[in-house]
């Protein structure tokens, strides 16, 4: 069955708006600071700011695009870490982020849109984000490559997970060429609502599931529906981004935003210890901590550098 990951994110912004209500009370100088909460880069105007926020579940993945892992306790802390072409404005509708890139609809018959990523939109690790990254959320939310076998509900088995196809299973697979930074979308159905696919959080980094699963070109394993390749592939997108309490490794969950994850393990009781999470920010943005419940049921998130 075809679903949508939106509402999910829609929800996500939401509590991260009330987050950003909580920083302008809870300034540990006294003076009230402010927080953006959409997709647009975030910054804060006085460090050290404490929040906290009821929720009750720990971050577990970086990955929140598969049927067991898209949960809001992974959007809250991903909003700000994967970007996307597009974020939920203050009153709920998409908004273009053009620091990740733009796109438009170029024809109607079929439809197609033109994605068009930003020059300077790069992964943490320096490495461009393109057409590999785009094919790849692609594949793995069009439910177009079936592994033949039935799941325990009697749905057809995939090689990638997803918890929403709607969208992409009615488009081709993306036009372009690895290292292009423009795209080509055609619909083989149109679909009223093109302007909500390749959202924040939909992309991830083609460059790391090629390394880790063993793939030498995500795009040619797709276009090619070398299944051999993309059961590899899938193997990795479904599993390799979950992550136990506590871990977080940087190396193969890069940043595509104003903030990466890292783990943390100081300032809390030994009962958090290997618990925490290290928000910290990239090109001169605030840092922020991240924490699981305390005993009062609350979780904390701390503004400040990794030595304060």
Same mark, same amino acid.
Not at 30 to 59: C, K, L, P, V
Not at 99 to 112: M, S, V
């Given at each position: 069955?075809?679903?949508?990951? +939106?509402?999910?994110?829609?929800?996500?912004?939401?509590?991260?708006?009330?987050?950003?209500?909580?920083? %302008?009370?809870?300034?540990?100088?006294?003076?009230?600071?402010?927080?953006?909460?959409?997709?647009?880069?975030?910054?804060?105007?006085?460090?050290?700011?404490?929040?906290?926020?009821? #929720?009750?579940?720990? =971050?577990?993945?970086?990955?929140?695009? +598969?049927?067991?892992?898209?949960?809001?306790?992974?959007?809250?802390?991903?909003?700000?870490?994967?970007?996307?072409?597009? #974020?939920?404005?203050?009153?709920?509708?998409?908004?273009?982020?053009?620091? =990740?890139?733009?796109?438009?609809? +170029?024809?109607?018959?079929?439809?197609?849109?033109? #994605?068009?990523?930003? /020059?300077?939109?790069?992964?943490? /690790?320096? !490495?461009?984000?393109? %057409?590999? /990254?785009?094919?790849?959320?692609?594949?793995? @939310?069009?439910?177009?490559?079936? !592994?033949?076998?039935?799941?325990?509900?009697?749905?057809?088995?995939?090689?990638?997970?997803?918890?929403?196809?709607?969208? #992409?299973?009615?488009? @081709?697979?993306?036009? %372009?060429?690895?290292? /292009?930074?423009?795209?080509?979308?055609?619909?083989?159905?149109?679909?009223?609502?093109?302007?909500?696919?390749?959202?924040?959080?939909?992309?991830?980094?083609?460059?790391?599931?090629?390394?880790?699963?063993?793939?030498?070109?995500?795009?040619?394993?797709?276009?090619?529906?070398?299944?051999?390749?993309?059961?590899?592939?899938? +193997? =990795?997108?479904?599993?390799?981004?979950?992550?136990?309490?506590?871990?977080?490794?940087?190396?193969?969950?890069?940043?595509?935003?104003?903030?990466?994850?890292?783990?943390?393990?100081? $300032?809390?009781?030994?009962?958090?210890?290997?618990?925490?999470?290290?928000? $910290?920010?990239?090109?001169?943005?605030?840092?922020?901590?991240?924490?699981?419940?305390?005993?009062?049921?609350?979780?904390?998130?701390?503004?400040?550098?990794?030595?304060?």
């Amino acid at each position: 069955m075809s679903t949508s990951g +939106t509402a999910a994110r829609a929800i996500a912004l939401a509590a991260v708006s009330a987050l950003g209500l909580a920083a %302008c009370a809870t300034s540990s100088s006294g003076t009230s600071s402010s927080s953006s909460s959409t997709g647009s880069a975030a910054s804060a105007t006085t460090a050290n700011t404490t929040i906290t926020a009821a #929720y009750e579940q720990e =971050f577990g993945a970086y990955n929140n695009n +598969t049927a067991d892992q898209n949960a809001v306790k992974n959007t809250v802390v991903l909003n700000q870490v994967l970007r996307g072409f597009w #974020y939920f404005g203050t009153d709920g509708t998409v908004q273009p982020d053009k620091e =990740f890139g733009t796109f438009e609809k +170029t024809a109607d018959n079929p439809l197609t849109i033109k #994605y068009t990523i930003n /020059d300077k939109a790069v992964w943490s /690790d320096g !490495t461009p984000i393109e %057409c590999s /990254d785009i094919v790849l959320a692609w594949a793995a @939310n069009s439910n177009q490559f079936p !592994t033949g076998k039935k799941n325990s509900d009697g749905s057809e088995g995939q090689v990638f997970s997803t918890a929403g196809s709607t969208g #992409y299973e009615d488009a @081709n697979v993306p036009q %372009c060429n690895k290292g /292009d930074k423009t795209v080509t979308l055609t619909y083989k159905t149109p679909f009223a609502d093109w302007n909500s696919l390749f959202g924040g959080g939909s992309i991830l980094p083609a460059h790391i599931l090629e390394k880790q699963s063993g793939v030498s070109d995500i795009i040619a394993a797709v276009k090619n529906k070398d299944m051999a390749q993309l059961t590899k592939a899938g +193997t =990795f997108y479904n599993t390799g981004w979950i992550f136990k309490a506590g871990q977080y490794k940087t190396d193969i969950a890069p940043a595509a935003g104003p903030y990466q994850v890292a783990v943390r393990t100081r $300032r809390f009781s030994q009962r958090l210890v290997n618990r925490v999470l290290h928000v $910290r920010g990239i090109d001169g943005a605030v840092p922020i901590e991240v924490a699981p419940a305390d005993l009062r049921g609350r979780r904390r998130w701390r503004r400040g550098g990794p030595g304060e």
